[in-house]
């Protein structure tokens, strides 16, 4: 079995972020909303803002109070979607319960939206119409790149049966988007799906953003079976992923590990999101 290695492909795409940012006639600027103090949203909050200073983009600072209303945090938005130089805002979530979510995360312009979470986007997205998509889902697909193997329809990789576990959001959706958007016609597993293991133990590749930790084990899968683990859920030793890594590591062809595999190329593709922003401006 071998490891995709998430640092490693991170690297090698910010670096060639930082390359393309310094031709640029202006400094992009990229934006985090923070509401709140909860340690886990400040702790991700501070690494995007490290890995963005590290590519020579501005991180603006927008931190909030927990007491903000969602009238006020819309304002604030406005003024940021005005800023010069602004090519990408979000929102660091989840909110506080008080806030409406929705209209909050539809007040950022769409054209700035790189975490793709506003309707307009979102909807954009799914219409093949914007130059950036959902950057968990395209970390996903960088690392089905990055393995290397002949999975392009067009020379007969369409006979690869690739499955997807989950439909939600941030992952299992757009990820089968983009896979339908290159052509494959992926299988795709959610809780309501008949013979779940049957189809799970044909798969080449599986793809999974369910958030069960340790879900999937070493008797459901075919040898050689590629897994991109894009779930995350807390257990006493941390964070696990929806792969039971000790008990498929001598079935597997590849893993992508959880932490280590989709969570550092998420942020990478994040601010590729920014460049490709930036580079329309």
Do not use: W
């Not at 670096?15 to 990229?30: G, H, Q, R």
């Not at 604030?76 to 005005?82: A, D, G, Q, R, W």
């Not at 293991?197 to 080449?204: G, Y």
Request: charge should be negative.
């Amino acid at each position: 079995m071998q490891i995709i290695d998430g640092k490693k492909i991170r690297d090698e795409i910010l670096t060639e972020i930082k390359k393309e940012v310094a031709s640029l006639s202006f400094t992009p600027i990229f934006c985090d909303i923070l509401v709140g103090e909860d340690p886990s949203s400040v702790q991700y909050v501070e690494m995007k803002k490290q890995r963005a200073e590290a590519v020579s983009v501005h991180f603006h600072k927008a931190n909030f109070p927990v007491t903000i209303t969602t009238e006020e945090l819309i304002k604030e938005i406005e003024i940021l979607n005005k800023m010069p130089n602004m090519c990408g805002i979000i929102v660091q979530l989840p909110l506080p319960l008080t806030l409406d979510r929705r209209k909050i995360l539809d007040a950022i312009d769409p054209n700035l939206d790189v975490d793709c979470l506003g309707t307009i986007a979102s909807d954009s997205f799914y219409k093949g119409k914007i130059d950036f998509g959902f950057p968990t889902a395209l970390a996903c697909m960088k690392l089905l790149d990055f393995i290397d193997l002949d999975l392009d329809p067009r020379h007969g990789g369409a006979s690869k049966k690739i499955v997807v576990l989950g439909q939600g959001d941030l992952v299992g959706r757009p990820v089968t988007a983009l896979l339908r958007f290159r052509g494959f016609i992926p299988t795709v597993i959610t809780s309501e799906a008949k013979n779940k293991e049957e189809i799970i133990k044909q798969a080449d590749v599986i793809i999974s953003g369910i958030g069960k930790g340790k879900y999937i084990t070493g008797d459901m899968i075919k040898k050689g079976a590629i897994l991109i683990d894009a779930g995350t859920s807390e257990s006493g030793a941390g964070i696990v992923g929806d792969v039971d890594f000790d008990s498929i590591k001598d079935v597997a062809g590849f893993i992508s590990p959880v932490p280590g595999g989709v969570g550092p190329v998420t942020v990478a593709m994040l601010l590729n999101n920014v460049l490709n922003v930036a580079k329309k401006k």
